[in-house]
Each structure stands twice: as C-alpha cells, then as structure tokens.
C-alpha cells in the first residue's frame, strides 16, 4: 500500500504479518483490524507439530528474481529490475488437529508459497498453489479438514478499505485455487501492493444517497446517452466481473458489460434513452462460473440536452449552411474542424425514404449535443425542395417522422396512410406517434407541430387534410379554462378550506389532509413537527407523503422550521439540481419554485405547493362533489359540513378551536397501518403525539403594540405572534397568504 513495512512475521497459519505475530487460527471473513495487517496466501488452522514443514528465507539470486519478473509481467507495464525477494514456504501441511495416529499418505496435505518481491519502488505478491486438499482445523468446526469456517487467500491492509479476498475463501470453492488464477496460470496468483486502490471521491448526490446503493458520477446526463458512468462504492473479487443494466420504461432492457478499474470501481456505457426523468439501473456482480453473486440497485436522471449548438441557414440557392463552435467538438486530436458546411441537397441530411418492408421501421435520429433541429420549418415549405423534405425537426430530439416520396411531393406517410384520416391518431403516421421517443418531452411537436406543417404546410397538402387536422385536433385558445380550487394552510397552521371555511388546526403528529377513495384517486398526509417539542404550543408543517393511484409516494421532509427540503420519490432522494426543471415520473410532476418551496402536480387533477410555512392545494372542478375527505374539508360548494370525521360526524363550523382539535382533527389522525411515510432510521412511534395540547387562542392582551403595524390585522399573522413569539414567523404566515 505504499507503506514501508520494517518486519514481517511468517506464521504457522499460513500467512505473514507485519505488526505482530497472529495467533489466530480461524480466519476472518470480514476485514481484520491494523494490528492484523496481512499478507494470506492460505489463513487457516495448519498443524505443522508432527508433519509437514515451513521455511522461509530472502533472496538476490538472479534465476529467482528472473523468474519472478516472467511471473509478474503480466500486471506490471514495463520493464522491471526487481533486486530482492523474500520466499516462504508450507509444504505438506495438515489440519489442526493432528494426534500423529494417522499415516502421512493417507492424511490430507497442502502445499502452497508466497513470494515478496521488490524492485525498490514497486512491490509485489506472488502466491502459488500446488496441492490444496483440506480448508478447516477441528477447532473451526471443520470434520476431516472440511466444512466449518473455511480458509482464506489474499490480503488486508487493515483499514477497511484496501484488501482483497480471492474467490472462493471462506468457502469449500478455495479447494479449488490450485485451478484458479488472474494471470492464466493455474494455481498462480499475482498482486502489485504498493498501489493503493482509490475511489474517486463520492459526489455529494451519492452521500446523501441519491443514486441508490452504489455512487454513480455523474449522475445526470442528457437522454442521447454514451456516457461513461463511474460506479464506486462496490466491492468485488479478482474472479469476477459485472454488467450494467438499464431499464427505460419506454424503451427496453439494456445490459452493458462493466470496465472493471479496481476492484471497487466499474465503469458502464449508458445507451440512448427514450425516457426523461429518472431511469432505474442495476449492478450485477458474476462469479467466474456466470452465476450472479450479488445484485445492487442505482438510480441516473435522464434530462433534455440543455443547449443548441448547431445553427443553420438557408441560402438564396435554396441550399442550407450550418456551423457550428468547434471547440465543442473533442472528438480526437489533429482532426482539422471548419465549423461549417453547405448542403446542397436537402434531403441528403435527413431520414431517407423507406422502401419495402423497411416502410414499416420508425426510424430515429440521434443527435447529441449537435443539436439537427431548427432545420426544414417555413424556409423551405414553399420551395422547389419542398418535395425532397424527409424529416422536420424544429428545435426538438428524438424520433423523425418517416415519410414516403412521390414525384408529387409528400402525398403519403411510410405505412402507405394518407396523410390525414380518420383512423390515424395523427397525420404524421403511426412510425412518429408511436415512436417511445415522444415520451422525451416532445408530445406538442409530435401530436400538434408535425401534424399542422405535413397537414397545412408543406407542398403537397390539400385543404381538407388541414380542415381534417383542425376537427380532430382543434386548438383551444384556453377562453373556457376553469380554473381549479385551492384551499390553503399556513403558519400555525391555519387553514381555509376548498368551500373557504377558515379554521386553526394544530395538532402534534401525522394526519390526512386527503384521503383518497374509489371517486379520488390522491392521498395526502402531513406531518406537524413540534419546534420545542411536547412544550411547544405550536407546530408547522414538517413533512408530507403523497400519491396518486397512479404513482408511487411522493415525500417530502423538512429537518426544521425555514429549512430545505429533501424529497424522495419511492424511497429514493431526488437531488436538488434535478428539481430545478420540472422532475416527471409516473402521473406526478415535481420541481422547487425556491430553496423552500415544492410544487407537486398530479395528472389526475391535483397539484400541492408546500414548504414548512405554508401549504397551497389545488383540485380541479370534476371533484367537486362529496368526493374529498380530510382536514382540507369536502370540497362541494358548502363550508358548514367540512369539518366533516372519517365516521360521517358534522362538526359546527363554528366550534372553537379545541372543540375543532379534539373533535375533528384529532380524527384524522393517521394509523400504523395507513401512513405513506417512509421512516427511515425511525418508526411511526417517533412521530406520534396524542397527548399534545397546543394553544388554542389568545387574548387581545397578549398583543404587543405593534400587532396591527405587524399584521395588518390578518388573524393568522396576530394569532402566530402571540403563540410563537415571534415576530418574523408571523411576517411570514402573513406573506403567504
């Protein structure tokens, strides 16, 4: 490791230490302490009292050294002059215990030698196996030198981070090393040790464990891919290797083989993706034999390319100029980059026809960071090249549409459709629309832009195929919106229902604001947080779980009052660089409007901004009705039944606020069995609190003289300026307002 060591102890047991002599007879399966650093050719527990020798000496002789330069050659670059070696031997061993009542031919033997060896600079370890019979001593459970906690082979640094296990210690596969080796030899094992094995140094994503159970850098790319992504936080053995796989669920399955660097450190290509947001992958660990040793789950964030960096023009001669900045481009080394040039033919840069069966292939474009879009649009739709347009990008990735060419111009798509009917889902044609790629975030080109230029655009339309476009796809100024209702929490909190009723809610614990049904599919509970604990006399807005049918549980925790969130999306943290643009999974878009703020909208017609101040929710129209249910009351145009228990029980309206927390809120309380929290290091336990009384009022006494100043006279700004004391918490409630 880089570390002079200035003695070394050759041990009965079958390895050599450098710190003291170890007495230990059953080997560790798990990393040993510094004291026990160690070279282990074959830790296990040798009986060497009545049969079999060890010997050991050190070594200038040139046939040795020249023999051990051919042995290392294989793991070191280069010419090496090594000048030392030190040599030990276990020839014939056998297995404690032995009572010398068996004869040596019949007693099970093993002979095996380590070598050190040193040109000065670089230090390595060479083991070699010739007869492996036996793996356990009696006392390590072991029955005829077999069984019980079985022999190890490799080293350990002791520090818990550089050693190494060859494959099959600790198990009755180490009987096989005499056949196992790195460096095609049977039975030979060879090691550099003056190389310490680093990591690179893990991101902060991966210390707050956004990408699952193995650091990946980086962990966020654009969905053209073909990146390398750099995995740590693994470990494996010299006999194994590793694939990457990546699961798109708009695409497929896609498995990469591993560049293995270290033994703690992978690399894997990531392919082209057709989804944006975040893509589960998996690291899987293989034995030499092909049988998957361990299974490990991660986490990357696939994301729109950011900017566009090719740039086009369409000249007089109807020919297209496009440049680009050279720089960008770091293909190779001496490769000369004009940053621009012409085509003359339009058609020669695009998606060809498609001829025969190949007619019923979607076809796709994969553009990387040199973005093709922007080309094709109104310049060339009135043109004499209108006829040999093959693909229309405008300023967007993915799919191309796939056209068919006529001596009249774009008459067909390439499944031989007309382009518009009434049986096609667009007039684009079944290879762009059904491409997955439109899952990238480009729906409006694919369903509206594309349809609307083959439609009403290009050479070759008719009238009615544009009439056609605008009945089945009509546009919608937006001048019948309704929008949808919101109903309010903030402060202490405070709140005002979806019908407007106002009311002060402040219970300590976990609780359902919306507890979904067969008629509302999004469930929401929160989690009121105690700042001074149970004698607080008010509480916030400390953490929120949510999901849709549809989704998976949307979390959402603040550590205190003001703070940052951390949110997770099915258990897993979602980094805060990736919430910075709107982060869609499932039927669920989230994203942060500020440091403390998080926007959470369902698809299915509900949308939440939270943070530990206040709470806004907003729910469309088409639930209006007896469908809601929780402390954000009955959303059905009437306030006077939203205090409304899980059993059907009409609270007054008008109720004082500790009839309001005993009678209705504390209903809400959320069970065991129906929280959506993941606790984590914790449990529901740490989270309830039945017994807590907060305040439920105050006097106009209690004002200071500056309330007014202060609140303006809000009631939920004077109530929290009394309670908290406080005076920029109530600035605060008021504000959001």
């Known amino acids: ?23 230990e007879f059953t080997p560790w399966c798990s990393a040993v302490p510094m004291q026990y650093r160690m070279i282990a050719p074959f830790w ?13 000496r050190q070594t200038t002789d040139t046939t040795v050294l020249q023999k051990a330069k051919r042995d290392i050659s294989s793991v070191v670059a280069g010419d090496v002059d090594l000048k030392w070696a030190f040599i030990a031997t276990w020839k014939d061993v056998t297995y404690f215990i032995d009572l010398n009542d068996t004869a040596p031919d019949t007693r099970k033997l093993n002979t095996f030698q380590v070598i050190l060896t040193t040109d000065g600079t670089n230090s390595f370890v060479i083991f070699y196996y010739n ?62 040790t003056n190389v310490q094995q680093t990591s690179p140094t893990p991101s902060a994503d991966c210390v707050m464990g956004y990408t699952g159970d193995f ?16 995995i740590t936080q693994i470990q494996l053995t010299t006999q194994q290797s590793a694939v990457c796989h990546f699961y798109d ?15 703690t450190n992978v690399k894997c290509l990531t392919p082209f993706f057709f989804t944006i947001g975040r893509i589960k992958m998996e690291l899987e660990i293989y034995d030499n034999d092909n049988t998957a040793n361990q299974t490990s789950t991660g986490y990357i964030y696939v994301t729109q390319p950011k900017e566009q960096t090719l740039h086009y023009q369409v000249l007089a001669n109807q020919s297209v100029l496009f440049t680009w900045d050279p720089t ?72 191309s549409a796939v056209w068919k060419l006529t001596m009249d111009g774009i008459s067909e798509i390439a499944t031989g459709r007309a382009p518009y009917n009434t049986d096609a889902e667009s007039c684009a044609g079944y290879p762009y629309i059904q491409h997955p790629s439109l899952m990238l975030g480009s729906g409006n080109f694919g369903f509206d832009k594309y349809p609307w230029i083959a439609c009403c655009l290009l050479k070759g339309h008719t009238e009615e195929q544009c009439e056609g476009l605008y009945k089945h796809r009509h546009p919608d100024p937006g001048t019948n919106y309704t929008a949808p209702n919101a109903s309010l929490g903030n402060g202490d909190p405070h709140f005002t229902t979806f019908d407007g009723l ?139 039944n939203d205090l409304t228990t899980p059993n059907g029980v009409i609270v007054l309206a008008n109720s004082t606020t500790e009839i309001i927390h005993y009678k209705f809120g504390m209903e809400w309380y959320i069970t065991p069995q129906d929280s959506m929290f993941d606790y984590f290091d914790k449990n529901y336990s740490s989270y309830y609190f039945p017994h807590f009384k907060p305040s439920f009022g105050y006097s106009p006494a209690q004002l200071p003289p500056n309330a007014d100043e202060i609140c303006d006279g809000d009631p939920s700004c004077l109530w929290d300026l009394v309670v908290t004391g406080d005076e920029s918490i109530a600035n605060q409630t008021r504000s959001k307002l």
């Open 328 to 399: 960008l481009w770091n293909i190779a080394n001496g490769i000369y980059s004009t940053a621009k040039i012409v085509f003359e033919t339009v058609c020669a840069i695009g998606v060809t026809a498609a001829a025969g069966e190949e007619e019923e292939a979607a076809m796709a474009v994969a553009a990387g960071s040199l973005a093709t879009g922007a080309f094709l649009a109104k310049e060339l739709g009135n043109s004499a090249f209108a006829s040999l347009v093959c693909t229309i990008h405008l300023n967007e990735y993915g799919c």
């Open 249 to 263: 669920p708009n695409g497929n399955m896609t498995t990469v083989e591993a560049k293995i660097i270290t033994l």
């Open 502 to 640: 106002y009311y002060t809610f402040n219970g300590g614990g976990e609780f359902w604001l919306l507890k979904g049904n067969e008629r509302q599919p999004v469930s929401v509970q929160t989690r009121f947080g105690l700042p001074g604990g149970l004698s607080s006399g008010w509480t916030y807005f400390k953490a929120f779980a949510m999901k849709s049918d549809n989704s998976k549980v949307v979390q959402i925790e603040y550590v205190s009052y003001g703070s940052s969130p951390t949110v997770y999306y099915d258990r897993i943290p979602l980094p805060p660089h990736v919430l910075a643009d709107v982060f869609v999974v499932d039927s669920v878009a989230i994203w942060s409007i500020n440091s403390d703020t998080i926007m959470v909208s369902f698809s299915e017609g509900f949308s939440f901004k939270v943070s530990t101040v206040y709470l806004t929710a907003y729910a469309s129209k088409e639930y209006a009705g007896n469908y809601t249910r929780g402390i954000l009351g009955i959303f059905d145009g009437n306030p006077f």
């Open 215 to 230: 650091c990946i850098v980086p962990n966020t790319i654009d969905f053209i891919g073909f990146i390398n992504l750099d």
């Open 131 to 192: 007869k492996i019979q036996w793996t356990t001593g009696d006392v390590s459970g072991g029955t005829n030198g077999l069984g019980g906690t079985q022999a190890v082979a490799g080293y350990d640094y002791g520090d818990g981070k550089n050693r190494l296990l060859i494959n099959g210690s600790c198990s009755s596969d180490i009987l096989q090393i005499v056949n196992g080796t790195n460096v095609m030899k049977p039975g030979q094992f060879v090691f550099q």
């Open 44 to 56: 296990a527990d040798v009986d060497a009292r009545n049969i079999g020798d060890i010997f050991y």
């Open 1 to 23: 490791m880089n570390v002079a060591q200035p003695q070394l102890w050759v041990n009965e047991n079958g390895i050599l230490s450098f710190y003291e002599k170890i007495s």
